[in-house]
């Protein structure tokens, strides 16, 4: 495609308040308020993750409490069989996927939707970053013909066009493609999610979190492994290990209302489950579904089938659409990154028992004041309100129990969210090894269990 126009001199022409799409040619269009369709048709083909949102089951366990939505008789009749529990809607990574395997994937949705990263816009190597959204429909529920769309919570977007809110931008009906386009230029955590019908689509599972990654990274002058949450100038964010803690919440009538074909009432939400990660203790110790790392460039990659459905560990089928685990584990002296983000409705008081951490990043942004002075703080309990993500860095400590990890518990103080005596509900374990016990981390949430 001839440009006669460098990207950099029309990003000063047009004062950086522009978002291009797909390397387009755009001197001449830039003018106009809407895409050319060839730019879209180039766009479509020009992503760097490829998303799917969809319907499907997955698996809450047994509680002290019966409920009449739990299980839901339709799960049971899956057709292999697995004991799923609870109707869910979720966005899948297919980025992998040839057509047939994407349009296999309806129905099996995932919760929570896929963890993702990218780099912070850099002026002097410009790249935008793209993701395509499509809708497969709703397979238990023709009838409901809601769109999807993509929405970054906090995320400083120039123009509405992108940001996925749908009455400010478009969404994504049934069987139709659309590629949002990033200039990320803030690093910190974020949360993303459909905003279409979003009490319903969010609490159903269509969120997830989505991390940028700073200009710094790869600078080992300030801390060695050149990883970092922000460009910090002193090292004060590096880690080694980085675990994503993503707190949402299930209500199961309003489930059962979906799957049953009947109206809920949202504003009578009233949580039965309190997750990490998309799980339930204990299956938040269990391990990630097995990962598949060549295809991990910027989204923590589960390894799929030749239909493209997502493999499990063996023993732990019930899992399928929650790949997530939760286990943090690390060696004695390693600085460790929790991002964490919390999109139930309830406070939540992530209580670390044992351990002090330092908040170093709120709502994506670095605790730093405007004049530099440092406002990160120690605690033992993270506070958290509905919507809001943190970003905690601790320093694990000396091992010093013999055989086996340390263990650390982290849960949710609040008695609600950590159900029946603390035996559910959000809570996992750090796991501290003597030094140089575990090789480095190959992704995030890479958790060696020994
Ligand atoms: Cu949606």
Known sequence: MKQSISRRDFLKLAGGAV???????????FLRKTLLPEQVVQAANNYDLFFAGTDGWFYLPPTGTASPYYPDPLAELAPDGTPFTTYIFGFRNVTQLNDTQRINQKMKAQHNAPFFWLDQFDPNNPKD???????????????????HTLHWHGFRNVIPFFDGEPTGSLSVPVGQFFTYVYRPRDPGT??????????????MGMTGLVFVRPLQNGNTSFYPSGKYVYNDGDGSTGYDREYPMFLSEVWLEGHWNDAHIQESDWSLFKADYSLLNGRVYPDTLLPNSPVDLANSAHVLTIQIDVNGDLMTNPGLERLQYQPHSSLVT?????????????????????????LTVRVVGRDATPMKGRDGTDTSYETDTLLMGAGESYDVVFTAPAHSSGTGPDVYVLYNRRYTQNDDLGTQGQRTEIRVYPAGTLGPQQHYNDAVIY
């Open 190 to 203: 974020y949360m993303y999610h459909c905003h279409v019908e979003d009490i319903e689509h969010v609490t």
């Open 19 to 29: 978002i291009t799409v797909a390397g387009a040619s755009l001197l001449p269009q």
């Open 330 to 354: 690390c060696n004695e002296g390693e600085r460790v990154l929790l991002r964490f983000a919390n999109l139930g409705f309830r406070e939540a008081a992530m209580t670390f028992a044992g």
């Open 129 to 147: 970053f793209k993701i395509q959204l499509t809708n497969l429909g709703l397979a238990l529920r023709p009838d409901l013909t809601d769109s």
